[in-house]
């Protein structure tokens, strides 16, 4: 049942994320993307638990818990930096420079 | 005979004590001249022991005794083990009774030497590795001792090291040898190679039956054995260090340069005579190098003004005349000669030091500064030392081939031998003219040296003569048994010709049997052998007495006021410039090619710029282009990563 368009969709979110981490400078942007990415994930685990049975829907369970833990720590970290820099603009973080 | 290893034990023991003497009592010297010559005196014994022993029964084959399993390697088995025959107790009875003697004389002429252990701890190491050198029942044990005697001779010569002079001797010593001992080197691998056994008993039985005889493989071996002898024992081309080598101490040189160490190639072609014998070329070429350097030598001692350096010429002359024997195929008269040349050269070496030593106390009372070794300072030297003047007398005349003295004998049997030989190779007879007049040239120079020396004016002055007088007894002694030995030496082989049973000839046949096979020597009787003698003893004469008139009807200035050589005599008494031509043509080249090619060029440029800074740098870059990934913008990671990805999948979906 609508699995042709939840996928099309969950493909849509996907590669809405994937150009926002790789165009956008702003930090708590590109946080949010990769968030929009998992959840482009997500929803096609639930489209294919339909399919396949339950493990698609744990899964999306376990992507989620995960997705807070790492917004927790990802939260913490964009806060850490904007306080000693003053700004989340990811263009002027580049300390691993070869 | 397994105790013979009590003769190598008991001088290693005299090192040892020595040694620890030289570094911690430096002053014992009473310990050290009871030890140094008491543990020759011991061996010496021993070899005595041994000599008895097999002159009851001569064994018909070498008596081995393997000690332990030396070098153990797959197929080839090497043991630390001895050879007991006729031939190496002949060498040990030189090299303990002449060493015995010797470092007796070392104990008065050495006794104020501030390194006087340290003397006499390398002296005793030097007669252990020539121990090992004869006793060796492998080539490889013999270059062992070889190679120490090489050490110890580069040790002796350097004595005086704080001498730029002497220690630059003895580095030639060392560098000219090691040419020699690659020949050496080479001829064992091939020996290896044809037998896989470097014993001598094994290599020696085989050799008929694995290599040809005349064959490549033989001669090759033997002119690479060769080239090592030229090497230790001093011959053309390789004689060049044995001249220098007399910056060491006197009796070093009557030791290890004239009477022992110099002699291990003749006893080494001596102990191998069976190749030397499958190969008639290279004996020749070992006959013509002895005969070109008995004359070569002989006419550059003519010149010499230092009483060293002319009997430092004589030796490479005498050593010529050893392998001119050896090269013959007259192994027992080179090794008659050897014995006898180590009595009348180590006494003629000993009593140079006894002139030496006079010379120097006199100058040192003085204080003059003038050289203690130039014979034009001496002359007229037999009135204040009467017994240094009589044995060196005795051991001209023997090296000279004065009748019934030691060196007439072994003399006239290398010169008999190589005349007899060129029945079969006509350039023998080329050979033995070489040795005629070489002989004439060695009575010259020796009439001349004792002319100069203890005949005619005194040259020094006043003050100087209350001070000449003859050495302790310590020093006289030996000489004394020295003369003695090169008076009646020749009696260990008496030729026939005057009712002798050729002795040592006879003695040394199991060694020589196997060449024996190959050729055998006829040597002239009758008329011929007369005639051969009688020539041989005008010739000694005639040298004699030209170089002693010519010499003492001269007027000879002291060193300080005399004018240099012009024309012919310049050349000579600079040795023909060979030094220099081996400068320009060898060591300047050398030297070239080591700065610039292999310094400059190899370590340089090859290992320290490509292969060490060469790697760093290369590493450096290739770092470099992998840190160009490294931007430091998360979004070209994240590009990266997307390629990855994508790639991934792709080769698991597609």
């Known amino acids: 049942m609508l699995l042709g368009p939840s996928l099309v969709l969950s493909a849509i979110l996907f590669s809405l994320g994937v150009a926002g981490v790789l165009l956008r400078r702003n930090a708590l942007i590109l946080f949010m993307c990769i968030e929009l990415m998992l959840n482009a994930v997500n929803l096609a685990f639930?489209?294919?638990?339909?399919?396949?049975?339950?493990?698609?829907?744990?899964?999306?369970?376990?992507?989620?818990?995960?997705?807070?833990?790492?917004?927790?720590?990802?939260?913490?970290?964009?806060?850490?930096?904007?306080?000693?820099?003053?700004?989340?603009d990811l263009q002027n973080m580049n300390l691993l420079q070869g | 005979m397994h105790w013979i290893w009590l003769a190598v034990a008991l001088p290693v023991a005299g090192f040892l004590i020595n040694g620890a003497l030289s570094i911690w009592r430096p002053r014992a010297t009473t310990a050290v001249s009871v030890v140094g010559p008491a543990v020759l005196i011991g061996a010496f014994v021993v070899v005595l022991a041994a000599f008895f022993q097999l002159l009851g029964a001569p064994p018909e084959h070498p008596i081995i005794v393997n000690y332990w399993s030396w070098i153990p390697v797959g197929d080839l088995q090497i043991n630390f083990g001895f050879q007991i025959d006729q031939l190496s107790l002949v060498m040990l009875l030189v090299i303990t009774g002449v060493g015995s003697l010797?470092?007796?004389?070392?104990?008065?002429?050495?006794?104020?030497?501030?390194g006087y252990a340290r003397y006499f701890s390398y002296l005793n190491l030097f007669v252990v590795f020539m121990l090992i050198l004869v006793l060796g029942s492998s080539f490889t044990l013999l270059f062992v001792g070889w190679e120490g005697v090489g050490l110890c001779s580069y040790l002796l010569i350097g004595f005086w090291f704080t001498d730029k002079v002497n220690a630059d001797a003895g580095k030639k010593a060392f560098l000219v040898n090691r040419i020699g001992d690659c020949g050496f080197l080479i001829a064992m691998f091939m020996i290896w190679r044809a037998f896989g056994s470097l014993d001598f008993a094994t290599v020696l039985q085989r050799a008929p039956g694995v290599l040809g005889v005349a064959g490549p493989a033989v001669t090759a071996i033997t002119l690479f054995l060769f080239l090592g002898c030229t090497g230790k024992s001093a011959q053309i081309p390789l004689y060049v260090w044995l001249p220098d080598a007399m910056a060491g101490p006197t009796p070093v040189s009557a030791l290890i340069h004239a009477a022992t160490m110099v002699t291990a190639g003749v006893y080494l072609i001596a102990r191998t005579n069976v190749l030397f014998a499958m190969a008639p070329i290279s004996s020749m070429i070992v006959a013509g190098i002895g005969a070109l350097t008995a004359l070569f030598a002989a006419t550059i001692g003519l010149k010499q003004y230092d009483i060293k350096k002319v009997l430092a010429?004589?030796?490479?002359?005498?050593?010529?005349?050893?392998?001119?024997?050896?090269?013959?195929?007259?192994?027992?008269?080179?090794?008659?000669?050897?014995?006898?040349?180590?009595?009348?050269?180590?006494?003629?070496?000993?009593?140079?030091?006894?002139?030496?030593?006079?010379?120097?106390?006199?100058?040192?009372?003085?204080?003059?500064?003038e050289d203690a070794q130039d014979m034009r300072n001496m002359g007229g030297l037999r009135h204040y030392l009467p017994v240094t003047w009589v044995v060196m007398w005795v051991a001209t005349l023997a090296i000279s081939g004065f009748p019934l003295f030691s060196g007439f004998f072994s003399k006239d049997e290398i010169l008999g031998a190589s005349f007899a030989r060129g029945a079969q190779f006509p350039i023998y007879y080329l050979f033995y003219a070489m040795g005629l007049i070489a002989a004439l040239i060695t009575a010259y120079y020796m009439a001349r040296l004792m002319a100069m020396t203890f005949h005619g004016e005194t040259r020094t002055s006043e003050t100087e003569r209350s001070h000449l007088h003859d050495a302790p007894l310590t020093m006289t002694g030996p000489l004394v048994v020295l003369a003695f030995l090169s008076l009646v030496g020749g009696v260990i082989n008496l030729p026939a010709f005057i009712g002798g049973g050729a002795g040592l000839e006879h003695w040394l046949e199991p060694v020589t049997a196997p060449a024996a096979e190959f050729f055998r020597l006829q040597v002239a009787e009758g008329a011929t052998e007369w005639l051969l003698i009688g020539a041989a003893v005008v010739i000694g004469l005639l040298g004699l007495v030209w170089g002693y008139l010519a010499t003492v009807r001269r007027q000879i200035v002291p060193a300080r006021e005399a004018q240099p050589d012009v024309g012919l005599a310049s050349l000579v008494f600079h040795k023909y410039y060979i030094d220099e031509i081996y400068d320009a043509l060898?060591?300047?080249?050398?030297?070239?090619?080591?700065?610039?090619?292999?310094w400059r060029g190899v370590d340089q440029g090859l290992i320290d710029g490509v292969a060490v800074n060469g790697s760093a740098r290369l590493s450096r870059g290739l770092g470099w282009v992998g840190s160009r990934l490294q931007s430091g913008q998360v979004g070209f990671y994240v590009i990266l990563f997307m390629i990855g990805a994508l790639w991934i999948l792709r080769v698991v979906v597609g």
Not at chain 2, 105 to 114: E, N
Request: aromatic share 14%; glycine share 10%; net charge positive.
């Open chain 2, 313 to 369: 010429y004589s030796t490479v002359s005498q050593l010529g005349y050893m392998f001119l024997g050896v090269g013959t195929g007259a192994y027992a008269a080179g090794v008659f000669h050897l014995v006898t040349h180590a009595f009348f050269k180590a006494l003629l070496f000993l009593g140079a030091g006894s002139v030496i030593h006079a010379m120097h106390e006199a100058y040192h009372a003085s204080h003059s500064h």
């Open chain 2, 102 to 114: 010797i470092h007796l004389y070392s104990v008065g002429y050495m006794k104020a030497d501030p």
């Open chain 1, 46 to 88: 639930i489209a294919f638990a339909q399919l396949y049975g339950m493990g698609g829907q744990i899964f999306v369970l376990f992507v989620m818990t995960v997705a807070a833990a790492e917004a927790a720590v990802g939260l913490a970290i964009i806060l850490g930096i904007f306080r000693h820099r003053r700004s989340v």
């Open chain 2, 586 to 598: 060898v060591v300047r080249p050398l030297v070239w090619l080591s700065r610039v090619v292999l």
